[in-house]
């Protein structure tokens, strides 16, 4: 099993990161990236999944580097195994499958990897992609400042009847999105609304996915989309989701103006809209995920008298969207996404 450097070559206070890659050029080039940055230092480099769980077996690292295509065992197969080996061990999949609109990219997203990367070709490392890798790395790892009220993260869970679910979600997201969805009973029947920060190009393979794990209708949402029982839409990656009251039902309509966060699609106007429509009706989600988008919709919806959870810091790969939301006071619950599915399964009231 090939390391590089040792791992007792890297200081206590850097970022201990394991590459897997099957490339000797990849491992190389990825290494200089990282070690070009005071903040990480490569503690092992390994051709394949086997060395890779060899390895985590006797050290432990902060970050595991994955490529997808590799003999034997190929990344995303070994994704699950890998996490567990890992230890609490953040996974960037960095390979030339996460293209845009490449399944692989959901594909690792969902099955728990933190981020990704596309590869470029070999004679195309130069330039801009040791940048972008640390650039992510920078923001995974990036400390969050955020102040919790006191009590904010032992907070009950919120017995509440509503008629519509939004969630909103980023880095991290796609993973706790996955295992809230599963853990909703086969007869629940509000709709759910989805804001997921992805490109558009991911929009359709993401749809398709949620539809798979949800086990239920799900699509992008068009503009006058009607909201539905036992029907989720999706907010597509060029426009912002709002919603608008048609009748006694929902719509949606979709929006491209600027918002505070910077974030198209954007989880705020979508919140802030459900709570105007549904007000106490309503339960906001917010997922891991990095700044503070979602934090004012999470506060209207409160302020509407409706419930809002969010995910807790130990299973979030980033806290920042539901620390944010936690530490306005606007929480009712702080729960991991598989309790937060539990809890939203045990709505009372049947959809209209």
Same mark, same amino acid.
């Given at each position: 099993m090939a390391r590089s450097p040792s791992p007792h070559a890297a200081p206590a206070a850097r970022t201990r990161i394991l590459i897997v890659d099957d490339s000797v050029v990849a491992r190389a080039v990825l290494t200089r990236a $990282?070690? *070009? !940055?005071? !903040?990480?230092?490569?503690? *092992? !480099?390994?051709? @394949?999944? +086997?060395?890779? &769980?060899?390895?985590?077996? $006797? #050290?432990?690292?902060?970050?595991? &580097?994955? #490529?997808?295509?590799?003999?034997?065992?190929d990344g995303l197969t070994a994704l699950p195994d890998l996490i567990a080996a890992g230890k609490g061990a953040r996974i960037v999949v960095v390979s030339s499958t996460c293209a845009d609109g490449g399944a692989a990219m959901i594909q690792a997203l969902a099955l728990g990897a933190a981020d990704t990367l596309e590869k470029p070709e070999v004679g195309a490392f130069a330039g801009r992609f040791g940048a972008l890798l640390i650039e992510k790395l920078d923001r995974l790892f990036e400390v969050s400042d955020i102040v919790l009220p006191r009590g904010a993260t032992t907070m009950p869970a919120r017995?509440? @009847?509503? @008629?519509i679910v939004a969630i909103g979600a980023s880095t991290g997201g796609i993973h706790a999105l996955s295992q809230l969805l599963r853990a909703l009973p086969a007869h629940f029947s509000q709709p759910i609304l989805i804001t997921q920060h992805l490109p558009a190009s991911f929009m359709s393979y993401f749809a398709a996915q949620v539809a798979v794990l949800a086990n239920r209708p799900c699509e992008v949402a068009e503009d006058r989309s009607r909201i539905r029982?036992? +029907? $989720? &839409? $999706?907010?597509? *990656?060029?426009?912002h989701m709002k919603v608008i009251a048609i009748g006694e039902g929902g719509a949606v309509r979709l929006t491209t103006e600027a918002v505070a966060s910077g974030c198209m699609p954007s989880v705020d106007p979508m919140l802030r809209s459900v709570a105007d429509v549904y007000g106490p009706r309503s339960l906001a989600v917010v997922l891991s995920g990095m700044g503070r988008d979602g934090a004012v919709g999470a506060v209207a919806i409160a302020a509407a008298g409706g419930s809002v959870v969010v995910q807790d810091r130990e299973s979030s790969v980033v806290w920042g969207m539901p620390g944010a939301v936690a530490a306005s006071g606007a929480a009712h619950a702080v729960l991991p996404p598989d309790k937060i599915g539990q809890l939203i399964g045990r709505q009372r009231r049947p959809a209209c």
């Open positions: $990282i070690e *070009g !940055s005071p !903040s990480y230092a490569v503690v *092992g !480099s390994v051709p @394949d999944v +086997r060395a890779a &769980l060899a390895f985590l077996a $006797i #050290d432990q690292v902060d970050l595991v &580097l994955l #490529d997808v295509e590799m003999p034997g065992v017995e509440h @009847d509503f @008629d029982p036992g +029907r $989720i &839409l $999706i907010a597509p *990656g060029h426009a």
